[in-house]
């Protein structure tokens, strides 16, 4: 049985057999996938009254939908009938219908019509409303929760809101979405990231760009703030700096799949969604300042050009890393006490929401 020791000095990685298991993964599914807030989508794509979207996080298939009264709210996908989808894709709707038998529900949950169900006895339909989940925005970045008994999406981010808006968060746009599949247990790709110490082997031309010596990982109760000074003055990043101003990089990492990457005028988040035990979806979306400007495609594509080569490197290492776990010589690893607190904290995390685990 594994135990999470909160002492860094003292405390062992997860278990290898964590990162193969579909057990463990159908596990995750439901304890740390259905209980937490995750990127669901986009803040402009609920902008206006009777703007939906659907999506699944963890086992839970769930609307995201503002109402005629403007408040946004998350229920679950499944019908109280018989578990068909209320709501399919995304658009514009003053009510949901079900696309097996077409019951119909209100923006709010509510279960407003049954067709041909007048002789069912003790059927109330007040009391058959889309069980509720949790919704909310941080800039452009819509989040979404299934569990509704979870902290508010406020406690989750805490201080996220304030350190992000003077960066002109709450202004960015979004320009362009790019997908990589991995060979990986999702967490390899959430280990890999939460540390800078693999950045002098891995990424040697990061390496030369970055300060090494100040890069910092500093954990809060749900996410993690990597700082890194950046030396060189000719990147992207200098973009929209005033003369003077030091170019910095915030990364932040916020329980359980998400990242975002923001530089002084541009965000890019990674989204690290579980395909499989070993197989992982990475999708990154690029925000941008003043997004309509004619320079746009150029901008992205000078970002784009730096971040690709780095993110196949980690490709690499996370799916070699994946191959050795699969070893019989590997049980548990160590932490670097200076350089790996982060991944440790992320560790407490998963302990923390998968409890006992039979092993
Ligand atoms: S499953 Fe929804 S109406 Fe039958
Ligand atoms: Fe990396």
């Known amino acids: 049985m594994y135990r999470f020791d909160p002492n860094l000095a003292r405390a062992h990685t997860l278990p290898a057999r964590w990162y193969l298991d579909a057990d463990l993964l159908a596990l995750e599914r439901r304890r740390i996938f259905g209980r937490t ?169 990061l390496y030369k760009q970055i300060d090494y010596a100040r890069y910092s990982v500093d954990t809060f109760r749900y996410y993690s703030r990597q700082d890194s000074p950046i030396r060189v003055t000719d990147t992207p990043y200098r973009r929209n700096l005033g003369e003077g101003e030091n170019p910095q990089a915030l990364y932040y990492w916020i329980f359980p799949n998400l990242m975002f990457n923001l530089y002084p005028d541009n965000l890019q988040t990674n989204l690290i969604v579980p395909i499989g035990p070993e197989k992982t979806l990475t999708i990154f979306d690029w925000f941008f300042l003043d ?37 019989s010589r590997y049980e548990a690893g160590r932490y670097s006490q200076k350089r790996e607190n982060g991944v440790h904290h992320f560790h407490g995390l998963v302990a923390e929401f998968l409890g006992e685990v039979a092993s």
């Open 291 to 327: 997004a309509d400007r004619p320079s746009i495609d150029r901008d992205f594509a000078q970002s784009f050009a730096f971040s690709d080569p780095i993110q196949s490197e980690d490709i690499a290492i996370c799916e070699a890393v994946q191959r050795g776990l699969r070893s």
């Open 37 to 205: 807030w995750q990127l669901a989508g986009r803040a402009d794509q609920v902008e206006r009254p009777g703007d939906f979207l659907t999506t699944t996080l963890g086992h839970e298939p769930l609307v995201i939908a503002r109402g005629s009264d403007s408040t946004l709210r998350a229920f679950s996908n499944v019908c109280r009938h018989r578990a068909g989808p209320v709501a399919l894709g995304c658009g514009n709707r003053k009510s949901l219908q079900c696309a097996y038998h077409g019951w119909t529900y209100g923006l709010d949950g509510s279960l407003l019509t049954t067709p041909e169900f007048d002789q069912v006895e003790n059927f109330d339909r007040r009391a058959h409303p889309l069980p509720p989940g949790q919704a909310g925005t941080l800039g452009p970045l819509l989040f979404a929760c299934p569990d509704a008994t979870a902290p508010t999406l406020a406690e989750w981010l805490g201080d996220i809101p304030k350190e992000t808006e003077p960066l002109g968060f709450e202004r960015m746009r979004w320009v362009k979405r790019v997908e990589y599949q991995i060979e990986c247990n999702w967490k390899v790709y959430v280990d890999n990231y939460l540390e800078g110490y693999h950045i002098p082997i891995v990424h040697p031309g």
